[in-house]
T-cell receptor, first 114, second 117 residues
């Protein structure tokens, strides 16, 4: 079945440093979504990428979708303490049937030292 | 923005009892609702997908007779954990999806923490 790997599992940075989390799928995706879950909270949708090679920005966050539509990354520039949380990618398969669902990566827990 | 509520937010029950969790989309109609399970410091594991008025589609390894899902309307889905056991203790999160198959965007509820003694 479809698998989505996400690295690193944990990342601790000093406030102001950059942060990147990577997501890799075992199969080609039709789209990929990114979510943020604050400690004790629930996942909140950040963005969806659909096109091959797509790059989207949200303030200090930059999202990329690979040319082969099998990998993606989230980069945060100059982290702030408010960025703390777990970032999940979720890939939607491009095939029919069971591949149509969203498969979540294990997430990257980001902690920021002020 | 779209809001999804979940009730209760936490529940403690004795082994062998059944627990019902409600998931409501408050200000929109969801084409599809999803039920996830999340263990501490782990990712979300999709349990089942439900569409209003039809039977839920369960993921491999999820017992449909143990985790009963009812999707009575476009704004309400319920998950009942029957004959709960300690290993069922977990964080259960629902989401309401919009778009084709509910996958254009998902809005997550706040989750229900179930503890089975």
């Amino acid at each position: 079945g479809q698998q989505v790997m996400q690295i690193p599992q944990y990342q601790h940075v000093q406030e102001g440093e950059d942060f990147t989390t990577y997501c890799n799928s075992s199969t080609t995706l039709s789209n990929i979504q990114w979510y943020k879950q604050r400690p004790g909270g629930h996942p909140v949708f950040l963005i969806q990428l659909v096109k091959s090679g797509e790059v989207k920005k949200q303030k200090r966050l930059t999202f990329q979708f690979g040319e082969a539509k099998k990998n993606s990354s989230l980069h945060i520039t100059a982290t702030q303490t408010t960025d703390v949380g777990t970032y999940f990618c979720a890939g939607r398969g491009s095939g029919g049937g069971s591949n149509y669902k969203l498969t979540f990566g294990k997430g990257t827990l980001l902690t920021v030292n002020p | 923005g779209a809001v999804v509520s979940q009730h209760p937010s936490w529940v403690i029950c004795k082994s062998g009892t059944s627990v019902k969790i409600e998931c409501r989309s408050l200000d929109f109609q969801a084409t599809t609702m999803f039920w996830y399970r999340q263990f501490p410091k782990q990712s979300l594991m999709l349990m089942a997908t439900s569409n209003e008025g039809s039977k839920a589609t369960y993921e491999q390894g999820v017992e449909k007779d143990k985790f009963l899902i009812n999707h009575a309307s476009l704004t309400l889905s319920t998950l009942t954990v029957t004959s709960a056991h300690p290993e069922d203790s977990s964080f259960y999160i629902c989401s309401a999806g919009i778009g084709t198959a509910g996958l254009r965007e998902q809005f997550f509820g706040p989750g229900t923490r179930l503890t089975v003694l």
